[in-house]
T-cell receptor, first 111, second 116 residues
Framework: SQQGEEDPQALSIQEGENATMNCSYK?????LQWYRQNSGRGLVHLIL?????REKHSGRLRVTLDTSKKSSSLLITASRAADTASYFC???????????FGTGTRLKVLA | GAGVSQSPSNKVTEKGKDVELRCDPI?????LYWYRQSLGQGLEFLIY????????KSGLPSDRFSAERTGGSVSTLTIQRTQQEDSAVYLC??????????????FGEGSRLTVL
């Protein structure tokens, strides 16, 4: 399977804590993206990091990329109950058009 | 339109019936994708359109599945002789152009298919 892997599969934290999710992938990539999915809804794009970047920030989000290890992490700082959702990484292989999604991390933030 | 629109939002059908799922992408988006998501699972790639052409149909699970896109806009995913294992949420997404150029996918809310 080309599908990426994410860990943990599920994460439960208290409001105000930081949440870290990891993604591993299998092929060389053009870019890596993170998406969020609220229960029963479509996915929403959060952030994109290109293969020549190592770290990127957007508001409370911080993404890192290590192409030598074929891995990425998403950090959500000062989490809120509204951050409760599933988070997916998606990669686009070099020279391809196919977005390959990871298996997702289900995050629950307790108020 | 303002966003990607999918219809129907929910479809319950009997095993053996055909179903059609529709996707209206964001106006001007040339790339269109179909994905399938089973309960609690990740997204399974089905097919990609650039304009009206589908360079890769290899993600379609069987020959019961087909898709077309007309006028570089609306796309229809057809499942013939539905089986219970076809039950899933079918997600459509569009983007301005090929992934190397633009990056972000915009998703519809999905069509939930239940085959009894």
């Amino acid at each position: 399977s080309q599908q990426g892997e994410e860990d943990p599969q599920a994460l439960s934290i208290q409001e105000g804590e930081n949440a870290t999710m990891n993604c591993s992938y299998k092929t060389s990539i053009n870019n890596l993206q993170w998406y969020r999915q609220n229960s029963g809804r479509g996915l929403v794009h959060l952030i994109l990091i290109r293969s020549n970047e190592r770290e990127k920030h957007s508001g409370r989000l911080r993404v890192t990329l290590d192409t030598s290890k074929k891995s990425s992490s998403l950090l959500i700082t000062a989490s809120r109950a509204a951050d409760t959702a599933s988070y997916f990484c998606a990669t686009v292989g070099s020279g391809t058009y196919k977005y390959i999604f990871g298996t997702g991390t289900r995050l629950k933030v307790l108020a | 339109g303002a966003g990607v629109s999918q219809s129907p939002s929910n479809k319950v059908t009997e095993k053996g019936k055909d179903v059609e799922l529709r996707c209206d992408p964001i106006s001007g988006h040339t790339a269109l994708y179909w994905y399938r998501q089973s309960l609690g699972q990740g997204l399974e790639f089905l097919i990609y359109f650039q304009g009206n052409s589908a360079p890769d149909k290899s993600g379609l699970p069987s020959d019961r599945f087909s898709a077309e896109r007309t006028g570089g806009s609306v796309s229809t995913l057809t499942i013939q002789r539905t089986q219970q294992e076809d039950s899933a949420v079918y997600l459509c997404a569009s983007s301005l152009g090929p992934p190397g150029n633009t990056g972000e996918l915009f998703f519809g809310e999905g069509s939930r298919l239940t085959v009894l």
